[in-house]
């Protein structure tokens, strides 16, 4: 029942994440006003927790000490949550099918999971983060769409991203040697769906209608027998000729 099959879907659902917002800038500015310096915000998958630990480990050449301070500002996101949506489930039999060079391919419905995300902004200036955050929130209104390639049937799905909520926190407490850190947390979730096995089948290769009791004009209205013959993976799943009986009134 449960053989291998891996579609990717959540891992290209995270990629497309990820991409939103890779191209988030922080600007600095001098006393008179222009423009100091531009600075690319980097982004990296991984949990909350991993992100605040190496802010505050200290950075140092050497070896007895921890070396993995982390450079603010930073964009840090992870999934917190796979849940399925009842809502948006239909028919679990119905079949999509698609033609590729002369080969069907078919699939089962695919089933509705909301994916949650976790968004986190982490800068040592209130000013530095809240740049971040008005760079996000205008896209998002409540929702921003992508359309992802999900497997060779389902090229081009649409999958909203919805905004659920934004916190923004600040660490004011420790001593003066405990690093500053300004923190904002994204909550989205992804209405995308997951998709099972993809078979294949290749289409018929001919049809052979034998009739075998004769067709007249003076019967017409009487029973007639014909055997029909189908070649192809359609009717066999495999190479060669399956033979029907199929008996009627012509």
Known sequence: ???????????????????????????????????KEKIRVPISYGPKEKFIRRINNM??????VNKTQI?????????TAIIYDVERATNKLRQTSKSISDTKKSMYNEVPYNIQFGLYVFSRYVEE?????????????????????????????????NLNAVQVMEDYVGDFQTRRSVQSVFSFTAKSYVYGPITTSKPI??????????????????????????????????????????????
């Open 1 to 35: 029942m449960f053989g291998h099959f891996y579609n990717e879907s959540i891992r290209k659902l995270v990629i497309a994440f990820g991409t939103l917002f890779n191209d988030v800038h922080i600007v600095k500015y001098n006393s008179n006003g222009s423009e």
């Open 59 to 64: 950075s140092s050449i050497s070896e007895d």
């Open 71 to 79: 450079t603010l500002p930073h964009i840090g996101f992870d999934i």
């Open 129 to 161: 983060n809240l740049q971040i955050v008005e760079q996000i929130l205008p896209y998002f209104n409540p929702n921003f769409n992508v359309t992802l390639n999900l497997n060779s049937i389902h090229s081009k799905v649409d999958v909203p991203i």
């Open 205 to 250: 290769e001919g049809v052979t209608i034998d009739v075998i009791n004769g067709f007249k004009y003076s019967s017409i209205g009487a029973t007639q027998t014909a055997r029909i013959e189908i070649t192809g993976d359609y009717a066999t799943g495999s190479s060669g000729g399956v033979v029907y009986d199929v008996t009627g009134t012509a």
